[in-house]
Each structure stands twice: as C-alpha cells, then as structure tokens.
C-alpha cells in the first residue's frame, strides 16, 4: 500500500512538473510586442520564406511573418501577412522584397524606403495597408540568365561558323602570308638601315642650314629694315623729282609759248641781216671803191630817164 502511495505522489510530481515547465516556455516565448498586421503582395515567387520568418525595416528586426498564401481572386499572387513593430514607421512608399539568409537557402522580407511617399501607411486588423514585393537581385538575374543563355548560345554558334575548316584553311593561309610579308619587312629594314643612318646625319645638316637660316633671316630682317629706310628715302626723293617735273612743264609751257616765237623771229631777222651783209660785202670785193665814192646809182628802169634798153630787145 505504501509503495502504491509513493508511485501516485511521484506521478502527480512529475505532471506537475512537466504543467510547470510547459506554462514556463509559454511565458518564455509568449510576444509582449505591440505589433500592427500588414500584408505583403507578392506576383514574383516567394521562395525559402516560410511563417515565423523575420521581417526587417532596412537591417533591422521589426517583425515576422504571420502566414502565406495565395490571392482567392488571382492565384498568381501571393499574399504575405506580416506582422511589424508599432515603433517602425512604414509610410506608403515603403516596398518589400525577398532576402536570404547566408547559405542556408532561408529567405526573409526586407523592407525598404524610397523617401518619395512620406505619408503613414494606414493599417488595421480588418483592412491590414498593403506593401508591394519587388524583385530581388537573385531574381533579376534569374530573368537574365535566359536571355544571356540564349545570347551565349548564338555567340556559340557563331564561333563555330567561324572556326568552320574552310575558314581555319583561310587563316593558316593568311598566317603563312604574314610570315612572309614579316620576313619582307625585316629585309627592307635591314636595307634601310643605312638610309636610315644617313638620314640621321642629314638631319643633322639640316638642323645646321636651320641654324644658318635662323642667322640668314636674322640678317634679311636688318636689311629690310635698311631697305625700308631707303624707301622713305626714295619717297622723299620721288616727291622732289615730281616738284622738279612740275618745274620743268611750267619751264616747257613758257619755251614752247614765249621763248621759241622770239627766238624764230630774231632767227629770221638774223638771216635777212646776214643776206644783206653778204650783199655788202660782194659788192665791196666786186667794188671797192664804194668805199670811198659811195654807191653807185641805179640804172634807170623802164620808163625813167636814161633808161636804155639791152640789146636784141625791142623798143
């Protein structure tokens, strides 16, 4: 009877125990946040979320998922509910979108801001605010994955036309050609080395005619200087040769007009004077007495007195 006593009160020990330990964990992990619902629409998937996942407001824990499930109106949405922090301040610009955590292949909802909708987003247990889920990166490229798949695959394709046998045939072709264009190249080098050497002594002769130029316009632009001197000069000289030409037409003008009538009359006169006296001295040779009786009368003309008429002519 004893022993049958001892194994009741070890048995109501042990549920009293086991009642003790369970009420424990329960206020343990009993949430004593103050937390408000939202709802969290999703068309892209959704994967490794799962309930009891965290919610976290730019890096920081401010909530969990609630539950998920499909939209009863559109089956290709997914609808998250989501339960946030009263302290979080999500406005009606805030988005979501999917984050894993590490390698464990375990996703969580990252929220987020743009700071273009500033105003509270209004939420409640009947009509919880809706935050839209973008794309992640991981889900981007997914997208992109195929079209780069595809690009790759045509590259691929397009390397294989090229490296076809009759276009490896044309190119060892070509590289057989190279060679020997290169071995040309190096033979008309070595042939124009010494040209090359002479064209460096001749680029030291012509730095040195430079030099002599440099010198040779140094002295061209003293005498330019000179010569325009001299062009003042010769201006100065050219307006006193064009006064001296003034001068000579006003001494022309008065030769042609004055000076060469008189000089035609007293030319003239000259001559009749010297007729006369050539006359005067013929009849001195012929008669010098006159110098001593005087001229001689004139013979009578015709009709005068003593007028006698020549022989052979009648009267």
Do not use: C
């Amino acid at each position: 009877m004893e022993s049958r006593a001892n194994v009741i009160a070890a048995g109501l020990f042990v549920i009293t125990l086991t009642v003790a330990l369970i009420f424990t964990a329960l206020w343990l992990t009993r949430d004593s946040v103050d937390r408000l619902p939202y709802l969290v629409v999703s068309k892209v998937p959704v994967t490794g979320l799962h309930a009891k996942a965290a919610v976290r407001l730019r890096g920081v824990d401010v909530g969990r998922v609630d539950a998920i499930a499909f939209d009863p109106k559109n089956p290709r949405t997914i609808l998250v509910n989501i339960s946030v922090d009263r302290s979080a301040a999500l406005t009606q610009g805030t988005y979501s979108q999917l984050a894993f955590q590490g390698v464990t292949g375990l996703s969580y909802i990252a929220l987020d801001d743009e700071g273009d909708k500033s105003a509270p987003l209004v939420t409640s247990p009947d009509a919880p605010g809706r935050i839209e889920m973008r794309r992640s990166l991981i889900d981007s490229i997914g997208e992109s994955s195929v079209d780069l798949l595809h690009d790759a695959g045509v590259a691929a394709k397009r390397v294989n036309q090229l490296l076809s046998d009759d276009n490896l045939a044309h190119f060892a072709g070509t590289l057989k050609s190279t060679e020997a264009a290169a071995s040309q190249l190096a033979a008309l080098a070595g042939k124009l080395q010494p040209a090359a050497q002479s064209i460096q002594g001749l680029a030291t002769d012509t730095r040195g005619a430079v030099q002599k130029l440099d010198v040779l316009l140094g002295d061209l632009h003293g005498t330019t200087v000179e010569l325009t001197q001299h062009l003042g000069a010769f201006d100065q000289v050219g307006r006193g040769a064009q006064a001296v030409g003034d001068a000579s037409a006003a001494l022309q003008s008065t030769l042609v007009d004055d000076t060469l009538p008189r000089l035609t009359q007293a030319t003239d006169d000259l001559a009749r004077t010297s007729r006369t006296l050539d006359r005067f001295l013929s009849q001195i040779q012929e008669r010098p007495q006159i110098l001593v009786f005087g001229a001689p009368a004139p013979a009578p003309g015709p009709g005068e007195a003593g007028f006698v008429a020549p022989a052979g002519e009648k009267q």
